[in-house]
Protein backbone atom coordinates (compact mmCIF):
# COMPACT_ATOMS: atom_id res chain seq x y z
CA UNK A 1 0.00 0.00 0.00
CA UNK A 2 3.47 1.94 0.30
CA UNK A 3 3.18 2.88 -3.47
CA UNK A 4 -0.46 3.72 -3.71
CA UNK A 5 -0.45 6.50 -0.96
CA UNK A 6 2.85 7.21 -2.50
CA UNK A 7 1.27 7.77 -5.94
CA UNK A 8 -1.90 9.60 -3.87
CA UNK A 9 0.63 12.09 -2.24
CA UNK A 10 2.37 13.05 -5.36
CA UNK A 11 -0.99 13.42 -7.24
CA UNK A 12 -2.39 15.50 -4.76
CA UNK A 13 1.00 17.78 -3.96
CA UNK A 14 1.04 18.33 -7.86
CA UNK A 15 -2.49 19.51 -8.25
CA UNK A 16 -1.92 21.58 -5.05
CA UNK A 17 -4.03 20.09 -2.83
CA UNK A 18 -1.42 17.90 -0.71
CA UNK A 19 -3.31 19.23 3.01
CA UNK A 20 -5.94 16.38 1.55
CA UNK A 21 -3.44 13.84 1.28
CA UNK A 22 -3.92 11.90 4.52
CA UNK A 23 -7.36 11.33 4.53
CA UNK A 24 -6.88 10.48 0.45
CA UNK A 25 -4.37 8.02 1.05
CA UNK A 26 -6.71 6.24 4.11
CA UNK A 27 -9.70 6.46 1.81
CA UNK A 28 -7.76 4.79 -1.27
CA UNK A 29 -6.35 2.41 0.61
CA UNK A 30 -9.98 0.94 2.31
CA UNK A 31 -11.21 1.34 -1.13
CA UNK A 32 -8.73 -1.14 -2.74
CA UNK A 33 -9.61 -3.09 0.59
CA UNK A 34 -12.82 -3.65 0.11
CA UNK A 35 -12.74 -3.93 -4.15
CA UNK A 36 -10.92 -6.86 -2.81
CA UNK A 37 -13.21 -8.38 -0.55
CA UNK A 38 -16.30 -7.77 -2.57
CA UNK A 39 -16.66 -9.19 -5.68
CA UNK A 40 -20.23 -9.14 -7.67
CA UNK A 41 -22.21 -12.19 -9.04
CA UNK A 42 -23.66 -12.33 -11.97
CA UNK A 43 -27.03 -13.20 -10.61
CA UNK A 44 -29.30 -10.05 -10.17
CA UNK A 45 -29.93 -10.98 -6.76
CA UNK A 46 -26.55 -11.72 -5.73
CA UNK A 47 -25.11 -8.43 -7.56
CA UNK A 48 -28.01 -6.31 -5.87
CA UNK A 49 -26.89 -7.19 -2.09
CA UNK A 50 -23.49 -6.97 -3.49
CA UNK A 51 -24.22 -3.19 -4.15
CA UNK A 52 -25.89 -2.55 -1.01
CA UNK A 53 -23.08 -3.98 0.92
CA UNK A 54 -20.14 -1.98 -0.97
CA UNK A 55 -22.37 0.99 0.10
CA UNK A 56 -22.02 0.58 3.66
CA UNK A 57 -18.13 -0.46 2.99
CA UNK A 58 -17.83 3.00 1.24
CA UNK A 59 -18.99 4.96 4.58
CA UNK A 60 -15.40 6.42 4.87
CA UNK A 61 -14.80 7.93 1.59
CA UNK A 62 -18.58 9.51 2.38
CA UNK A 63 -17.15 10.63 5.20
CA UNK A 64 -13.87 11.91 3.80
CA UNK A 65 -15.69 13.42 0.98
CA UNK A 66 -17.58 15.58 3.19
CA UNK A 67 -15.37 16.51 4.99
CA UNK A 68 -13.51 17.97 2.43
CA UNK A 69 -16.95 20.09 1.35
CA UNK A 70 -16.96 17.51 -1.90
CA UNK A 71 -20.26 15.87 -2.46
CA UNK A 72 -20.84 12.04 -2.59
CA UNK A 73 -23.61 10.42 -4.60
Not at 19 to 34: D, H, K, M, N, S
Not at 37 to 57: G, I, M, N, P, W
Request: charged share 20%.
Amino acid sequence: MGIVRNAVNGALHANGTGRYGAAAALTVTELIAVAGRLTCDAVVEAASLCFVRRRRALWLLAEVVDDCGGEWG
